[in-house]
């Protein structure tokens, strides 16, 4: 069924969105309403609205969508997911033409991949977040000399008690390791 919304609608592209994407075959619902833009608190700093996006996707341009900043703009509030009137899953569509963009080398002018790469490397240790440690790594093998501007929003994260100096590792990380273990497993599969 996937393979014949691409081949009705001729895109290629369409067919991989609908495939990376839980639920993704209610694309093809999309009605061109605008609520996901217009719902979008980033959206005036995104090259193209979600709904732009989906135009895109149907006409098989796929290196336009993913060379984009659209889905990099996309701050996974879910507010266009609540409000389309077709219960298309556009934050999630966003993360698949992050992954899709990624995987082929097509996320440029962003620092999302290597800040998603520092993230996940302290999840995986940790189990969580360690901000010091994800700004100072992120900075310091990214962007060294920005690392000076971002000193004073460090500090008074600090001094206001959202910044630990040290990692705290979760309890049962044995159990989170397992379950990342698997989830690549899978990925791999597909």
Same mark, same amino acid.
């Given at each position: 069924?996937?393979?014949?919304?691409?081949?009705?609608?001729?895109?290629?592209?369409?067919?991989?969105?609908? $495939?990376?994407?839980?639920?993704?075959?209610?694309?093809?619902?999309?009605?061109?309403?605008?609520?996901?833009?217009?719902?979008?608190?980033?959206?005036?700093?995104?090259?193209?609205?979600?709904?732009?996006?989906?135009?895109?996707?149907?006409?098989?341009?796929?290196?336009?969508?993913?060379? *984009?900043? /659209?889905?990099?703009?996309?701050?996974?509030?879910?507010?266009?997911? /609540?409000?389309?009137?077709?219960?298309?899953?556009?934050?999630?569509?966003?993360?698949?033409?992050?992954?899709?963009?990624?995987?082929?080398?097509?996320?440029?002018?962003?620092?999302?991949?290597?800040?998603?790469?520092?993230?996940?490397?302290?999840?995986?240790?940790?189990?969580?977040?360690?901000?010091?440690?994800?700004?100072?790594?992120?900075?310091?093998?990214?962007?060294?000399?920005?690392?000076?501007?971002?000193?004073?929003?460090?500090? *008074?994260?600090?001094?206001?008690?959202?910044?630990?100096?040290?990692?705290?590792?979760?309890?049962?990380?044995?159990?989170?390791?397992?379950?990342?273990?698997?989830?690549? $497993?899978?990925? $791999?599969?597909?």
């Amino acid at each position: 069924m996937i393979t014949q919304h691409a081949e009705m609608r001729g895109s290629a592209f369409l067919d991989e969105v609908i $495939e990376a994407t839980p639920g993704g075959e209610r694309i093809v619902h999309c009605l061109q309403c605008g609520s996901c833009g217009g719902s979008c608190p980033n959206g005036a700093d995104m090259q193209y609205t979600p709904r732009t996006i989906f135009a895109m996707i149907n006409a098989d341009k796929r290196e336009d969508v993913l060379t *984009s900043n /659209t889905m990099w703009c996309c701050v996974s509030c879910y507010f266009c997911t /609540t409000r389309c009137p077709q219960q298309i899953p556009i934050t999630d569509i966003m993360y698949s033409l992050k992954r899709l963009a990624i995987r082929d080398g097509l996320a440029r002018d962003t620092d999302a991949p290597a800040l998603a790469k520092t993230f996940t490397d302290y999840v995986e240790k940790y189990g969580r977040s360690f901000e010091l440690g994800l700004a100072s790594r992120f900075y310091l093998l990214n962007k060294p000399f920005a690392m000076v501007k971002m000193a004073p929003m460090g500090l *008074s994260m600090f001094t206001k008690g959202r910044m630990a100096l040290r990692p705290h590792k979760i309890k049962k990380l044995d159990q989170l390791t397992a379950i990342i273990k698997k989830a690549r $497993e899978i990925g $791999e599969k597909s």
